[in-house]
């Protein structure tokens, strides 16, 4: 048990430490860096470009899911290009069949397009589904986050401004009574940036519990060198 516990533990220190930058980075990117004016509540208007925090966990977890090597990075990140891709297209055209209130054109085409990700499943190894699935779901709900934009009148909002926040005609239908409504192609550029950065961070956890094994490994074998 000791074992396992000490092998596991470079790699969790490593996830840890890169954990908590990005969701730093992140966050504070959104709500403090990347702005369009002061809430008045100690944090700011997010742009339209963001960082959505939650979707890199989750092209992460496809990297370890895949294999954690270097065939693994491109499935994690090639399946998460394809995932935002296929989001896109349902953010855009989904609303020309069938807007609010009826969801049945979000259904439709929702299922039109998971049919062509699994049925590509066919065009070799390269191509990743659960990525693919991972970064659908990870767009999707952001674009549902943030007003579902194209689907509801100005769910993104209008003028994304404090001034136009402050009007129910202009705020949108996002989260936190407008502040995150984004328009549909900002959430999928926001949310495509943010998975690739997941993959990235995959990537980095295993090189860095890689330096931190060796470095453990070096230390524990420094008596016995000045001994000899």
Not at 159 to 180: D, Q
């Amino acid at each position: 048990m000791l074992q396992r516990i000490t092998r596991a533990l470079p790699l969790s220190v490593a996830i840890a430490i890169l954990a908590f930058a990005w969701v730093e980075v992140s966050l504070n990117f959104s709500f403090h860096w990347m702005t369009d004016g002061d809430l008045g509540i100690g944090l700011s208007l997010p742009a339209n470009l963001q960082l959505v925090t939650p979707a890199a966990f989750i092209s992460w977890a496809a990297y370890f899911a895949a294999g954690a090597d270097a065939a693994a990075f491109a499935k994690s990140a090639v399946g998460s290009l394809i995932g935002a891709v296929a989001a896109l297209l349902l953010m855009l055209s989904s609303p020309k069949v069938a807007d609010l209130p009826d969801f049945w054109g979000i259904s439709l085409v929702l299922a039109v397009l998971v049919f062509g990700a699994v049925l590509a499943t066919s065009l070799g190894d390269w191509y990743y589904v659960p990525a693919v699935f991972g970064a659908f779901a990870a767009v999707v709900f952001w674009w549902f986050a943030t007003g579902l934009d194209g689907w509801a009148d100005a769910g993104g909002g209008v003028g994304n401004s404090v001034a136009a926040l402050a009007k129910p005609a202009t705020a949108g239908s996002g989260a936190f009574g407008g502040v995150l409504s984004t328009p549909a192609e900002w959430v999928f550029v926001s949310s495509a940036v943010s998975l690739l950065c997941g993959s990235i961070l995959g990537w980095l956890s295993v090189r860095a519990a890689a330096a931190l094994g060796a470095l453990s490994t070096a230390r524990t074998n420094e008596p016995e060198h000045s001994a000899a």
